[in-house]
């Protein structure tokens, strides 16, 4: 865009938001130029930080009318490159939108803005006796818009399901300006689940602005569990054997001996010297119920070969247990310069299988890979290693990352299980969807966004209808005969 219309459009913005609201210096614009995916860069013509949901929408019907390409940031955690502005774009910053407008204990619900933060949800509702349930491990700083556009999981997803399980409402400023709202308190509302489309479009078919949130009753009990096993394989069994054994703990987490490694020059956690692998597990619930269940887990550990298991004595030991986990990701830079955050998903028992196949990849290319990961669903968290500084290292990581997505595929998996497609996996959308799905699943962004000015480039690999379909069209489509859309 030239200076002179980035000006225009600054000069435009400023008034419809609160004083220092618009960036427009260079230097400033960068701070914004990538989310956790450091990688992949583009500095905005403008940042906004929206206050309220009329200003933001403000801002929209603006980009709207100037055909201007916009895209919503929250924290910036995020790590597909989803939040990745446009060149010729405003990026919408809604992390400043923080109000907790209503803890509502009679209907276990929570009202808030976008950019609360997800534990900040939890600490607002603890006093009451509830929390909220879906907990990246980036939970102290991710932002709740952020985790309904990602559909984020956590350890506890396993027994409690993904934000889409957790989001009952929202309003949305839609790619048109105008404000709606999907759903509400209640569970359910008739007619299509445009809340569940919402949930996990990665802000491709409009802006968060208000979220209802379920909030769950804490559990009377938590019992936690770390298990050190020799290798993966018998840590992989172990989870295979909990699951089938038709006991749902909590969480099911697994770390192996390279992401130990990280963890313990990071946070020294203290885990059962020389493990190949650990397992924490973590029981919820009633009482009764959970002393049950958590005989059975350490049954099955042992039988499967733990050689350490230690129960957590008080909150202090659990938290150091989670501590190694929940900081395993930026751990790995003790031990690496650069790393890719690989995220894909497999059938749980094809775990010992695959984790054979990551180690055979890594020790036939030198690229090496650190695992740690949501074992209870199958969700991996390869975290390849390399050094930019080193000629074609770069390179062989992004090969090793890309071939580990093919095995997930392979085993009936997926190419992601929560960060999202965003900008790094478009290419791979192809590898497990044919013509036919993505020209569908565009058909519904195309629904909402006919300009295709929402979050742009992302998800979809090759601009078509709307900028964004892929494949070959058959026949004129319904929204280029209507007049709402371009085929091109
Ligand atoms: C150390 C670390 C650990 C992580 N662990 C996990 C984990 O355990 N589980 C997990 O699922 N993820 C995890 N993540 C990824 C990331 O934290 C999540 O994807 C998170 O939901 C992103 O939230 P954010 O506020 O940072 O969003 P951003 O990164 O700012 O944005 C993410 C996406 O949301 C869209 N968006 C943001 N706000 C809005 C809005 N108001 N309306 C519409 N769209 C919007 C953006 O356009 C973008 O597509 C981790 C990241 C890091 C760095």
Known sequence: MPPGAVQALADRLGPLLDPGAVLSDRQQLRTYECDGLAHFRVTPALVVFPRTTAQCQAVVRVCVAEGVPYVARGSGTGLSGGALPHADGVLIVTAQMRTIHEIDIPNQRAVVDPGVVNLDVTREAMPHGYYYAPDPSSQQICSIGGNVAENSGGAHCLKYGFTVNHVTGCEVVTPDGEIVEMGGKAVDSPGY???????????TLGITTKVTLRLLRAPEVVQTLLAGFAGTDDAGAAVTAIISAGVVPAAVEMMDALAIEAAEAAVQCDYPEGAGAVLVVELDGPAAEVEHTFAAVRRHCRDNGAFEIRVAVDAAERALFWKGRKSAFAAVGRISPDYIVQDGVIPRTALSEVLRRISALSSDSGVRVANVFHAGDGNLH??????????????RAEE?????LDLCIEHGGSITGEHGVGADKMIYMPRMFTDDDLVTMQLLRCAFDPPGLCNPGKIFPTPRLCGEVPGRHKGTHPLAEAGVADVF
């Open 382 to 395: 390869p975290l390849v290693l390399f050094d930019e500084t080193i000629e074609g290292q770069a390179e």
């Open 400 to 404: 090793i990352s890309g071939a580990i």
């Open 193 to 203: 689940d445009l809340l569940g489309a919402f949930v996990g479009a990665e802000g």
